[in-house]
Every structure is written in C-alpha cells, then in structure tokens.
C-alpha cells in the first residue's frame, strides 16, 4: 500500500480570518458607507447622464424601498428584475435588500420559454423590467406570458410613467418604516436568486444571502486594495455576480466610485470611459478585454489612471493578461476565480503577487474560506501539483438552488463543501490553476487532455487571437482534438500549419488533428463561450455523426 501523503503536501488550504467577516445587511454597510463618505461619487452611469454622490444615491434608494413597502411587498417576496445596466438595476438591488424582499436576477438575452421558468421557480410576485434592450423585446414577452404566472401581481417598466408612478406611491410610506422593516433582518436571510445555465434540464436558482454577496464584494474589493479613492470602470452585466457583487457590492463597502460605460458591452465606450473618467480600475471576461485590445484607435485612449482591475468569468489567457499589464497600464490587474453559487469568488491574485502568478494563476484562496481539490472518483484530496475536482467551503456557499434539495445535495455536500465541477491543480505555495471541466476534458485514446492547456499553447502563434479547443467524437481514439480559432486580420491558419507549429513543442496527441476559423464565438452575455455548441457545429460541419459511438 503506497503511503499517504502528508497534510502539509496536501491540495487543501484555508483563508486567513482577517480582516473579520461584516456581520451586517446590505442596507446596514450602505448606511455606514454613506455615512462615511456621502458627499464622494457613488454611481456614475454614462448612457443615462447619472451622476450620483452616495448621499444622493442613498436618498433614491430609499424612495424605491418605501415604493415597495408601498405597493405591499414583504420581507421573503420575491422580485425580478429583467434589463440591461442601468441606474434602476442598482436602486432596485439596494432597496430590495433594505427592505428584505429576494431579488431575482433573470439574464437580458433570455426569451418568453426562459423568462416564464425563471419568474415561475421563483415564484415572482413582482417583475421590474426594461422596455426593449438590442433585438429583445421585453414588454411584448412580458404579455405573452403573463397570463400563465399567477403568482405575478404587478410589472414595473423601467423608464416609463409606470416607473414615475411607482416611485409617487412610495410618499406613503416614510424613511422610518422603511428602517423599522431593516431591524428584522438578519445578515443569513436570503436575499438574492441567480440562475445558472446547467448543460442538461433547466437553469438552477443559486439562493444567495446578505452576507454571502456583502463579504464577498468587500474581500474581492480588499484584494484590489480598494480605497474610497478608486473609480471601478464596470462594463460587465448586474444580472451576473461580476456586475452585482463584484462591481456594485465591491465598490459600496470601500467608498469608491461605480462606473458604468453603456447598457452593454461596446469595447470603443469602455476604453472612453476609462479616459473620460479617470477609472484606476477596469472589469471584464477575458473576450471583453481582447475586444478592447484590437479596437483600431486603442493607442488613441489615455489609460494611465488604471492600476488595477479584475478578469474573470472564464479562462484567461496568460498572453491577454500580459497584453493588460503592458499595453492597459494595469501593472495590479487579478484574476479571481469562482461561480454564482460562491457569490462567486474563491481565489483570486493579489495585487503585489509575483507577475508570473499574478498572469499564470487564478490565485490563492479568499480570506474565510476553505478550499481543497479532490479526486473526482473518490473523494480523497489528491497531492500538491495534481489535478482534481476543486471544492470550496465557508461563508460564501450558497444558501442552495430554489426550491430544489435534490440538486442542491448533489452540488454541496454533507460536509458542506461545494464541488464545482472544475478541474484544477494547487502548487506548493497554495496558487490554484483551472484546467479545465471535468466535462470538458478530452480522453483521446485513454490520455486526458485538458483544454486549457493547448489553448494556452496556441495563443503563443502570432496569427491567433483567440481559440477555443474541444473533443471531437472519433472511433479509433474515442474523441479527437479539435481547435476554433480566430485569426488576426489579413491572417490564415489550417490544420498542417498548426500541426506544424506544435511539433515537438507538446506532445504529439494534445496536437489538433481538425483546425476550423470561426469569426465569432458563441458565448453567453457574460461573454462564456459555450463550448457545446462548438461541438455540435463540428460534428455537422466536419461530418462526424458516423464516428459518434456509444462510449464517446
């Protein structure tokens, strides 16, 4: 029997304990904030021409807070919230937290069938909702089904007189009875309802609490080393934890300044809002930042304010980081790593780790939380530097998914540790690196091959500018490499070329055998590629049903 490996070289760490965790509700740290730095800019919206200080922010909070109390919604209520980013996306997230009601995020791109599930699960009493965003629109889908939700009492149109109205019924209601409401609440009650998009059935409701999302914006916030004196350029959407949490949570319990550039994400107004507004920090998914990166006139912008910021949301790709810290001035910029049912982060770079982790790594466990990567198969905690199932356990577990134990006992274990489903390896010093899904790993001919690994690889070719690897189905090795890429303009790639360019440079069955150009992913608003599209276009596109078999 092999010995087993000592605690010490173990793939388990804890977080430090300080600072301590805020013991306080949303409304509770907004209080303090504003009390601490009310006359300091709180919310700058660009495409609106908003510009509020916190003390001004504090007082449309508070008329959306007693508008609820008003129009009769109570602690436990749920209230759904279907729009871009705007300044109505943040009045409705602090005051459904003052006065107890659950907030539920439902995703932009979302169509009647996904809107319908989304406010049924949650039994939404209530809907606040944008007119028409892009391609969608809203009011018309809100009609189609509203017949069908009986539960859905009243629907708000941001940015119409139903809007003005609501906010007129709350003169009703004094400031008070909204504080008398904010005493009943604990930091542990429920508070927010985001759903995940799962690869089979329907998306999951991730039920998060005060302190689940207040913690995690402010130790998110701390890693960045946040002062009341940063400006957070925030291009990412509120419906997600980016936007919500990180940007919205992360920037009230520091005092700084939350910018918003547009509606959606536009690379040109991103990069002019940083300028424009002096932001010394800048958020966005790993595309958002290649976007930016290949605008034309990128030279043209000033980003010398820029320190900090943050990517996350998927895998970030080492050469796009250094991009970030050479070109972007982003000397401090941090991955942080996580999900919605972590709200979200559990690791994250510092500010002042070595560059080759701060690029390389998706950082060390957040303070008050314990991580651990374990073997898939058994459960048992593999060695330092081997890959495994990553686990989180601490404050910022989730609740659990709404209204489903079965699969909240699948996602969170006895013990309550959260398996995420994500491939990962931990290196002496406690830096984590994701690999990968443990879905999306490729078994080519019984050698695992981890994606992330030769996307890394082919980012280092001076005519890619973004890839995507995948398995594809084959007979004689089960699945077989497959990479998209996007090229540089003016810029070709084929299959030989790239096999070329990987020989003798990684080993020889982690080569793509097939090599398709794609102009654009297809990915979800918070910019995820969806991988599983991309494998069911090449099956069809390189004709590969007949090597589809029943193992594969």
Not at 177 to 192: G, H, K, M, R
Request: aromatic letters at 8%; one cysteine or more.
């Amino acid at each position: 029997m092999a010995a087993a490996t000592p605690s010490s070289e173990l793939s388990h760490t804890i977080g430090a304990t300080e600072p301590p965790l805020l013991t306080e509700t949303i409304g509770a740290n907004l209080a303090r904030t504003v009390s601490d730095h009310g006359e300091r800019e709180a919310l700058v919206v660009r495409h609106q021409g908003i510009r509020w200080t916190y003390t001004q922010l504090w007082d449309e909070v508070d008329a959306v807070a007693r508008a609820l109390v008003a129009r009769g919604f109570e602690a436990g209520d749920r209230i759904g919230i279907w729009a871009p980013n705007c300044a109505e996306w943040v009045l409705v997230q602090f005051a459904t937290a003052r006065v107890g009601v659950i907030l539920v995020n439902i995703n932009p791109s979302y169509r009647t069938h996904e809107v319908q599930y989304a406010l049924e699960q949650s039994g939404c009493k209530g809907l606040f909702s944008a007119v028409e965003f892009k391609t969608s629109d809203y009011a018309t889908m809100v009609k189609e089904v509203r017949d069908d939700l009986p539960d859905l009492e009243q629907v708000v149109f941001i940015g119409t007189e139903e809007w003005t109205s609501f906010l007129a019924d709350g003169e009703q209601v004094t400031s008070d009875q909204v504080s008398v409401i904010e005493t009943t609440l604990t930091p542990d009650d429920a508070i927010n309802i985001q759903y995940t998009s799962g690869t089979t059935g329907y998306p999951k409701g991730a039920t998060l609490s005060h302190a689940n999302i207040l913690n995690n914006g402010f130790f998110v916030g701390e890693a960045c080393d946040y002062t009341a004196e940063d400006r957070v350029c925030v291009p990412v959407p509120f419906y997600h934890c980016f936007g919500m949490v990180m940007g919205t949570l992360g920037c009230s319990t520091h005092g700084a300044t939350n910018v918003v550039p547009n509606d959606g994400f536009d690379p040109a107004l991103t990069l002019q809002t940083v300028a424009d507004e002096q932001c010394t920090s800048l958020y966005g998914v790993p595309t958002m930042f290649i976007a930016q990166l290949a605008e034309a006139d990128f030279a043209s912008h000033d980003l010398s304010s820029l320190r900090t910021g943050i990517m996350a949301g998927s895998s970030c790709p080492i050469e796009v980081m250094n991009q970030c810290v050479d070109k972007m001035n982003m000397a401090e910029v941090t991955i942080a790593y996580g999900m919605t049912e972590t709200s979200p982060v559990s690791t994250q770079t510092a500010t002042d780790d070595p560059l080759d982790k701060r690029v390389g790594t998706v950082g060390r466990v957040q303070p008050h939380v314990e991580i651990k990567v374990v073997d898939p198969e058994t459960g048992e905690t593999v060695a330092r530097n081997e890959p495994g199932e990553f686990c989180t356990k601490g404050y910022s577990v989730m609740i659990g998914y709404w209204n489903d134990p079965e699969r909240t006992a699948e996602a969170i274990d006895g013990d309550g540790w959260m398996h995420t489903g994500d491939l990962a390896v931990m290196d002496d010093e406690g830096y984590v690196n994701i690999v990968g899904r443990i879905k999306d790993m490729i078994i080519r001919g019984g050698e695992n091959v981890y994606p992330r690994e030769v996307e890394e690889f082919l980012y280092s070719h001076p005519d890619i500018r973004d890839v995507q690897v995948i398995g594809v189905p084959d007979k004689k090795y089960g699945e077989e490499v497959m990479a998209w890429v996007q090229v540089e303009p003016g810029k070709t790639v084929d299959a030989a070329g790239i096999k070329e360019f990987c020989s003798g440079k990684i080993a020889h069955y982690k080569i793509p055998r097939y090599v398709e150009v794609i102009d654009e992913f297809p990915m979800t608003v918070t910019g995820k590629i969806q991988k599983y599209q991309l494998v069911e276009r090449a099956v069809e596109q390189l004709g590969l049903a007949d090597q589809i078999t029943e193992t594969a």
